[in-house]
Structures are given as structure tokens and as C-alpha cells.
């Protein structure tokens, strides 16, 4: 599915394009902002690369990556990011991930975020099951995931290392019959 295009009251998610550097930057390479994420902070080079990625997977057919950027709808500023990305592994599944400029976080975007993605995947995109990962240490994410309606499935253990430490990450996730769009 190609051009992605979502929104919500404040925000709207959208396909990352190459000008988008500067403001996924804001939140990749931002040590607060990735504190609980699978990875240290991104240098803008790193941007650069990520976001090209994200540019050419919209093109890819089949698409099996769905890197997107979060804006907010008055501003058109860059506050966050979203992934789906679907595995040939799993039956018409894909995992899920989304990141908040530190500055967006405490306002309920989070939620916002992940109901558009839910959006896609269920609507959009007609998967069946939707799950994502957070660090253990995350008590924001798993608030935001239990109220999109999101199951607290499980613990992979060992399952991301960062700074030279093995952590392990909860599962959540969610069926199609169960997710309730927002009104």
C-alpha cells in the first residue's frame, strides 16, 4: 500500500520522505528519546540512511516495511515515528514500533500513534495480528499499549543488546477482532 495517509484529531501519519531527516533526528539520535529503544542514539548520518530506507521500502513491491513519520496536523512538525513491518513467517502479522520527540511525551500522542498504526495494519493493510516489544523499564509504552486495547503477552527474554548488556523485552499485542477503532 502505497502512499500511507492517516489521521487523528492532533496528528497525522504519513510516509517519510527525504526531507525528513532534521526531525527524525530529533528523535533518533536524542539519548532520552531512545533510552528504551533496541538501539543507541543515531548519528544524522544514520539518518540519513534510515530514512532513504524508509523512502525506498514505500516503493518496494511487495512492501514489507512501513517506516513512518508522525506529524502534528496545525504544525506539520515532525514529533515521532511509526513501523509496521510485516514477516513472510507470520501469517498476515506484523510487529509494530513508534517513538516520541521527549518534549511530545505525557500529552496522550503515544496512543494516538499507535491507534493510526493499528489503522493501517487492520484497515489498510487487512492483517489479523499486530504486536510489539518494549523495554521491561517502559512504563510509559505499556500504559499507551494497554489502552490501545494491546495484551501484555509475554517476555522475550535476552532479546536486545545495547551497550554491551542483554535485556529483555515484554510483547504486546493485538487482534484484528479485538481492536476498537476510536470514535
Known sequence: MHPVARSSARLTLRETENGDVEGVHAIYGN??????LSF?????????QIVARSVASAAAEPR???GLAVVERHTQDLVGVGRL??????QRAATMGFALRPDMWGAGYGLEIVHLLLGVAFLDLGLHRVWGARSPLNAGSARTMAAAGMVEEGVIRGHIQRAGQWR?????????EEWEQPA
Open 31 to 36: 539519548a532520552e528519546a531512545t533510552r528504551h
Open 40 to 48: 543507541e542514539p543515531r548519528t544524522r548520518d544514520e539518518v540519513c
Open 64 to 66: 514489507t516495511e512501513y
Open 85 to 90: 513491518a510485516t514477516d513472510p513467517h507470520q
Open 168 to 176: 529483555d523485552s515484554v510483547v504486546h499485542g493485538i487482534l484484528a
